[in-house]
């Protein structure tokens, strides 16, 4: 067990539609990262925050949000998804001062079907 | 800009056997960190094992190690006594002191009975 909850697990959904995925990260971890994996496809980096603020942002479409909370929980927002959406999801944390290691804590994704 | 490079989409073992995946990279810090997680069928991503750049010895965790090349940017990771349970995907991924992450495109390993 990793530390970082990922809700939900699994969720079908149709084209056009919107969802929101939620990541709590390990306790005291301050950076949270969204990575989109689709099938038999490396990891694309998304967004990473960091106390709340934005850090660093990749490839992620102008459909797609996010947002870090004062808890440090963040939210993902996919809208007007596609067919193409369709992949699983990872939230990743990590302690980025102090304790920093480099690390990445992995929650077990959610996977998205967009139907 | 940091980049990772595994140039093995993918490769098999005989179990009991040795296998080494490469990894090579791209920057200009002095000071990051690299990893190997594994991804298994279940698609947990799972760390197997880290190098700080800063350390010249090569990090090992029990069956895996490393061959750590500074100069040559290269981050190869050897499965010793193969399992079945190591058939998984293998990303190889850089990280900075400022947090910054990026991972490679992955290696998928098959160990073979």
């Known amino acids: 067990d990793s530390g970082v909850t990922q809700t939900p697990k699994h969720l079908i959904t149709a084209t056009g539609q919107r969802v929101t995925l939620r990541c709590s990260p390990r306790?005291?971890?301050?950076?949270v990262y969204w990575y989109q994996q689709s099938l038999d496809q490396g990891l694309q980096f998304l967004i990473q925050?960091?106390?709340?603020?934005?850090?660093a942002k990749g490839n992620i479409l102008e459909r797609f949000s996010a947002q870090q909370f004062p808890d440090l929980h963040s939210e993902l927002n996919l809208s007007s998804l596609e067919l193409g959406d369709s992949a699983l999801y990872f939230c990743?944390?990590?302690?980025?001062?102090?304790?920093?290691?480099?690390?990445?804590?992995f929650g077990e994704g959610s996977r998205l079907t967009v139907l | 800009a940091q980049t990772v490079t595994q140039s093995q989409p993918e490769m098999s073992v005989q179990e009991a056997e040795t296998v080494t995946l490469s990894c090579t990279y791209d920057?200009?810090?002095?000071?990051?960190?690299l990893f190997w997680y594994k991804q298994p069928p279940s698609r947990q991503m799972i760390l197997v094992i880290r190098?700080?750049?800063?350390?010249?010895q090569n990090a090992t965790e029990n069956r895996f190690s490393v061959n750590f090349q500074k100069a040559a940017k290269s981050f190869s990771l050897k499965i010793s006594d193969s399992q079945l349970g190591d058939t998984a995907m293998y990303f190889c991924?850089?990280?900075?002191?400022?947090?910054?992450?990026?991972f490679g495109d992955g290696t998928t390993l098959t160990v073979k009975p």
């Open positions: 990743a944390s990590s302690v980025t001062k102090g304790q920093y290691t480099g690390e990445l804590f």
């Open positions: 306790s005291g971890d301050l950076s």
């Open positions: 925050y960091y106390n709340g603020e934005e850090r």
């Open positions: 920057t200009s810090e002095n000071n990051y960190y």
């Open positions: 190098q700080e750049a800063y350390k010249q």
């Open positions: 991924a850089f990280s900075t002191n400022a947090g910054k992450s990026t």
